[in-house]
């Protein structure tokens, strides 16, 4: 399958500051990529559909201010948490595939905010 | 209600056991129906997909859809410690996966 990869694996920050999370496509061009996020023991929710080249759909109840999200090539699309809080505390995930109907997740990146 | 219900579990069997993972769902609109596992603090990965009704098999794992009933299945044969994660299933009304509506997982320990 595909390989998708996302750094850093484990962020740790302070509440008030920003986090950015890069979401890499290896060995596929990507001109959609989805963002999830999962709290423990619960499903994955989409937050939002990441596009190259234009701007990103976010689903309902998702604060696009707060999730900047930025498709700047066909292989990397970047999530950034601004002010961030104890409550947006998460595992973070990304998607893609070279098929619509194959998505590969990344490994996910554990964001703790203290 | 959800539109996806999965077996919470927890499940656990014995290595070599025949295990059997199921989903039930309200919108009868979907068509794309995936299965994906999940090892702790690590993201999904794909296992099966099917489109529409139907069985589907790979290896020791077999996808069932049953569209009327609005059911889905996945069976694994001669289970192995390995396979021990979370299974989540998944499904889309489109052929884009990545706007799946996910279940909320099974885990599954294999004791050997």
């Known amino acids: 399958g595909a390989v998708v990869s996302q750094h850093p694996s484990w962020v740790i920050c302070k509440s008030g500051t920003s986090v950015k999370i890069e979401c890499r496509s290896l060995?596929?061009?990507?001109?959609?990529m989805f963002w999830y996020r999962q709290f423990p023991k619960q499903s994955l929710m989409l937050m939002a559909t990441s596009n190259e080249g234009s701007k990103a759909t976010y689903e309902q109840g998702v604060e696009k201010d707060k999730f900047l999200i930025n498709h700047a090539s066909l292989t990397l699309s970047t999530l950034t948490v601004t002010s961030a809080h104890p409550e947006d505390s998460s595992f973070y995930i990304c998607?893609?595939?070279?098929?619509?109907?194959?998505?590969?997740f990344g490994p996910g990146t554990r964001l703790t905010v203290t | 209600q959800k539109e996806v219900e999965q077996d919470p579990g927890p499940l656990s069997v014995p290595e070599g056991a025949i295990v059997s993972l199921n989903c039930t769902y309200s919108n009868s609109a979907f068509q794309y129906f995936m299965w994906y596992r999940q090892y702790s603090r690590k993201g999904p990965e794909l296992l099966m997909y099917?489109?529409?009704?139907g069985n589907k098999e790979d290896g020791r794992f077999t996808a069932q859809v049953d569209k009327s009933s609005k059911y889905i299945s996945l069976f694994i044969r001669d289970s192995q410690p390995s396979d021990s994660a979370t299974y989540l299933c998944a499904m889309s009304v489109g052929a884009n996966a990545g706007k799946s509506t996910f279940g909320d997982g099974t885990t599954l320990t294999v004791k050997p």
């Open positions: 099917t489109y529409s009704s």
């Open positions: 060995d596929f061009q990507a001109t959609t």
């Open positions: 998607s893609g595939g070279p098929l619509s109907y194959e998505q590969y």
